[in-house]
């Protein structure tokens, strides 16, 4: 046997791992954030598959393939990556979503921001609140729970068997409609301060219609629904980490 027979099989197991974990790495929140450079995120899922790949072995194939069967194998697991990073980003999307009702509700609709996490304009609730997002995931290891799905994901997804297109797509808007709800939740509490308060103003108005309401209005909008996402962040950020969770044990058949 020479050189050329041992080492093929070793390449082709870090080429198959590198084509999904390198997709996923590109999507999922944290690694896959627009300021992180793109060579960085391919530089670790390099090192990750040459190192899982004597791991992963009796899972994937070592020889026999043809030029066309690789190139489709290959193609596939970029596919099972993309289904993988979009699944677990959605748990940014319930963040973005909160953000900006809780901008619009607090009247910082108007102050736009860079986004970095969306890459264009955002408000600064949707800011302030994915990068608060992304630090707590780093902070409570959630990036270990992270690469340990995707190891598991092989038992779920295993390699070469292409995934129902209707399954995939149920997963993601099952996890789009668990996001809308955290989403809204998190900015629950403030939309009832705001609520709460326009009723208020409104009735002081009928009965003081000559009272500059604006002077008031505004600046107690500002306060109360910060104060009120001051008291509600900590169970809104539980809620989001409850829903990255789900979506990694969706993608890991756990």
């Given at each position: 046997m020479g050189w050329r027979e041992l080492i093929e099989p070793e390449i082709l197991r870090v080429l198959l791992v590198f084509a999904r974990i390198g997709a996923a790495l590109m999507v999922v929140p944290g690694f896959g954030e627009v300021y992180v450079l793109p060579r960085l995120r391919l530089l670790l899922a390099l090192i990750l598959s040459v190192l899982l790949a004597p791991?992963?072995?009796p899972a994937l194939p070592a020889r026999g393939l043809e030029t066309g069967g690789l190139l489709g194998l290959v193609a596939l697991e970029v596919g099972i990556g993309l289904l993988i990073g979009a699944a677990t980003r959605m748990a940014m999307?319930?963040?973005h979503l909160g953000g900006s009702v809780i901008a619009s509700q607090s009247g910082l609709a108007s102050a736009v921001f860079f986004d970095?996490?969306?890459?264009g304009q955002g408000s600064i609730g949707s800011n302030f609140l994915a990068v608060v997002g992304v630090a707590l995931l780093f902070a409570a290891d959630a990036h270990h729970a992270l690469l340990r799905a995707l190891v598991d994901s092989y038992g779920l997804f295993a390699v070469g068997t292409v995934p129902?297109?209707?399954?995939?797509?149920?997963?993601?808007?099952?996890?789009?409609a668990e996001a809308t709800a955290v989403g809204l939740r998190i900015a629950g509490p403030v939309v009832l301060v705001g609520l709460g308060l326009s009723v208020a103003l409104g009735a002081l108005n009928r009965l003081v219609p000559a009272f500059q309401m604006l002077f008031v209005a505004t600046p107690a909008q500002l306060?109360?629904?910060?104060?009120?996402?001051?008291?509600?962040?900590?169970?809104?950020?539980?809620a989001f980490l409850r829903?990255?969770?789900?979506?990694?044990?969706?993608?890991?058949?756990?």
């Open positions: 791991v992963l072995g999307v319930a963040l970095p996490h969306a890459g129902i297109p209707a399954d995939g797509a149920e997963l993601l808007s099952r996890l789009l306060l109360l629904s910060l104060g009120a996402l001051m008291l509600s962040l900590a169970a809104g950020l539980h829903l990255f969770d789900r979506s990694l044990v969706a993608i890991s058949g756990g």
